[in-house]
Nanobody
Framework: QVQLVESGGGLVQAGGSLRLSCAAS????????MGWFRQPPGKERVFVTS????????HYADSVKGRFTISRDTVKNTVYLQMNSLEPEDTAVYYC???????????????????WGQGTQVTVSS
């Protein structure tokens, strides 16, 4: 069984930065892809970014392009989300997710992911 634990959330002023981490554990952890999703208050969970575990290919939602950067450390089994130029609209619970092999066409949908973290709150004040 795979476990994902997020950390790094908090309260930040608009224009500030935060770095989220997601540490994975479990025997034979080898996802095809890791992703970050977020769920604003009263809204659905939506795709933020993803990274292929072996090749490092990334995808970003248009709303975060140029501001957020995803990266991974395959030795530490950890994925990171560097968030810069934060805006109040970025306020949400952020979830880390793992997509087990094989590749999934719908990598931008929550249903494509097999394992989820508990979420970490990010609040951006104006």
């Amino acid at each position: 069984q795979v476990q994902l634990v997020e950390s790094g959330g908090g309260l930040v002023q608009a224009g500030g930065s935060l770095r989220l981490s997601c540490a994975a554990s479990g025997r034979s952890f080898s996802p095809y892809r890791m992703g970050w999703f977020r769920q604003p208050p009263g809204k659905e969970r939506v795709f933020v970014t993803s990274i292929n575990w072996s090749g490092g290919r990334t995808h970003y939602a248009d709303s975060v392009k140029g501001r957020f950067t995803i990266s991974r450390d395959t030795v530490k089994n950890t994925v990171y989300l560097q968030m810069n130029s934060l805006e109040p609209e970025d306020t949400a619970v952020y979830y880390c997710a793992a997509d087990a092999p094989p590749d999934n066409t719908f990598w931008y949908l929550p249903g494509a992911y097999d394992y989820w973290g508990q979420g970490t709150q990010v609040t951006v004040s104006s």
